[in-house]
């Protein structure tokens, strides 16, 4: 999956957080794209099994939920090295953290966990989904994956 589709992920994720289903006017918005662009992509999630739309209305399958939860666990485990490890300052940890979430193949992530010995948070308090189990993400804010 690439880097593009992976975010359309986490952004329905995250407005769906706040409600049941998200339309494709504010995925274009949180993602400063066009309509078509939203369009374009909802029709790829739909034929991956990612998501359901109907009636303009979008919202994650159940293994689209687990994709976004992985992405999101990946996410906070960069964040966790780079700041735990690393030393590097919050801010540049969530930077980095954007990008080496979607290069991190599922090896590396589970080496990564590994060497971190199983964190189940991240050092902003948000939940690695990989190390808790049945714990809701309480954390639904812009900055935070």
Known sequence: MNSSREDYIIAI?????????VNSVTIAKKLGVSRASVSEMVKKLC????????????????????KARNIISCHRLWEYFLTEIL???SDEAHEQADLLEHVTG????????????????????????????NMEDEDISENNP
């Open 13 to 21: 994720y995250r407005l769906t957080k706040k409600a049941d289903f």
């Open 47 to 66: 034929d991956d099994k990612l998501i359901n739309f109907e009636q303009n209305r979008i919202s994650l399958t159940e293994a689209g939920m687990t």
């Open 87 to 89: 030393g590097m300052s």
């Open 106 to 133: 599922e090896n590396l992530k589970d080496a990564l966990n590994e060497y971190l010995n199983y964190p189940e948070q991240s050092p902003r308090g948000n939940v690695i989904w990989d190390n808790v189990e």
